[in-house]
Nanobody, 128 residues
């Protein structure tokens, strides 16, 4: 089993950057497609970005493409999300997730499955 812990959230102004980190425990992190989701209170959790188990392929939601960059280091059991040019609408709780579907938007996009493992979430707040 993999356990996930996010860090790096905080309060920033519009246009600034943040880097989220996700530390995974357990030996199975490297076999999963993993990603980042976010949720605003009262709304459904949405997929933001994902990366294949070998790091060769990444996907992004249209709302964050060209501003966010996902990366992973399997040797360190780490997942990252570099968030640049942040906007107030990026304000949400961000969750790290393992064992997800990482597809193009036309093929279903970034989705959780019944086997997805979640971190506890980290708050990102962007002021205007």
């Amino acid at each position: 089993q993999v356990q996930l812990v996010e860090s790096g959230g905080g309060l920033v102004q519009a246009g600034e950057s943040l880097r989220l980190s996700c530390t995974a425990s357990g030996s199975t992190f490297g076999i999963y497609d993993v990603g980042w989701f976010r949720q605003v209170q009262g709304k459904e959790r949405e997929g933001v970005s994902c990366i294949f188990q070998n790091g060769a392929t990444t996907r992004y939601a249209d709302s964050v493409a060209a501003r966010f960059t996902i990366s992973r280091d399997n040797a360190k059991n780490m997942l990252y999300l570099q968030m640049d040019s942040l906007k107030p609408e990026d304000t949400a709780v961000y969750y790290c997730a393992a064992n997800i579907r990482c597809r193009e938007g036309s093929e279903g996009g970034i989705r959780a499955t019944q086997f997805t493992k979640w971190g506890q979430g980290t708050q990102v707040t962007v002021s205007s």
